[in-house]
């Protein structure tokens, strides 16, 4: 897999993306995100990824925000079209059969809280920076930011951040629930792939389930618990549902397919 913004390596099952653009704190320009559109493809159709890590490169910076320059001289009807294209590139992330983990070492401003936040949890290293400066620039957040920041943190929480356009850091991250975990930078990778561990062992249509079933709790155009009812009555057409509870009942490891 090659692209022109975004480093690939598989590790272990666990295929991690590193935005790569560090001389401009690897910013969201169009390529990055079409970049991004172009990964996932792969992730929900390549059965060898079990997971993802979505980190940036260098020590500094996870993503500053959006390119700020590819701002200048958009007409109303562009700037709303690369909102929404933004917003459909994350929601295939959010959407991801996969589990993601956005790995933050270091700025996650603007499009970047953005981006870590429509990963399905948040690893944070010490130096993380997390904020929606948009306000700023006389903009607002636009690729899901004011719908997924209301979601995790509340709306008082929420309206603070837009508002004012302070960073919260790391621990206050934490505290705020934004991010499961902090650890030391050099630990970052290491963390996720501790999590990842427990996943890979697991049946991957129940886990791909367990995705839709929680992302339905914030679809207000479905019932989530009858969204769930189905999904688990799904599960028990699989394979990997009679070898897990085989397995269970004559003592044994499970060994799942996929299917
Ligand atoms: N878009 C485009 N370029 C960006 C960028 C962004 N969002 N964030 C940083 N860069 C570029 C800078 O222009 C600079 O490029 P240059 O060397 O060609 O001038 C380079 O990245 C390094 O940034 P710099 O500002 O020199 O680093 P710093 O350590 O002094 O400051 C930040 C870091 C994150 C505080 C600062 O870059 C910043 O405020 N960035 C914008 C954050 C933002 O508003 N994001 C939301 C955008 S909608």
Not at 67 to 85: G, N, W
Request: with cysteine.
């Amino acid at each position: 897999m090659s692209f022109q913004t975004l480093f690939t390596k598989m590790e272990d099952h666990t295929l991690i993306i590193t935005i790569n653009r560090p001389e401009k704190l690897n910013a969201l320009n169009q390529q990055v995100m079409q970049d991004l559109d172009a990964v996932f493809e792969r992730v929900y159709k390549f059965p060898e990824i079990k997971s993802v890590v979505i980190t940036g490169s260098g020590l500094k910076s996870f993503v500053a925000g959006a390119d700020i320059k590819e701002f200048q001289a958009l007409s109303k009807a562009e700037a709303t079209a690369l909102a929404k294209r933004g917003q459909d590139v994350f929601f295939k992330i959010e959407h991801s059969p996969k589990p993601v983990i956005a790995c933050v070492n270091g700025f996650a401003l603007g499009g970047g809280c953005e981006l870590a936040m429509s990963c399905h949890f948040i690893i944070a290293s010490d130096n993380a920076l997390f904020g929606q400066p948009e306000v700023n620039l006389g903009i607002m957040v636009g690729y899901g930011g004011s719908q997924r920041l209301t979601q995790k943190l509340g709306k008082a929480r929420a309206m603070e951040l837009v508002i004012t356009g302070n960073n919260i850091n790391a621990e206050q991250a934490l505290q705020y629930g934004l991010v499961n975990y902090v650890v030391p930078q050099t630990e970052l990778l290491d963390k996720a792939f501790s999590l990842l561990a427990a996943a890979h062992n697991k049946a991957p249509l129940a886990i791909a389930n367990s995705i839709k079933a929680v992302n339905a709790a914030w679809d207000e155009s479905v019932n989530g618990f009858e969204v769930e009812a189905n999904l688990f009555g799904d599960c028990f057409i699989t394979a990997d549902c009679k070898e897990g509870i085989q397995a269970f009942i004559e003592k044994r490891k499970p060994h799942f397919t996929g299917h």
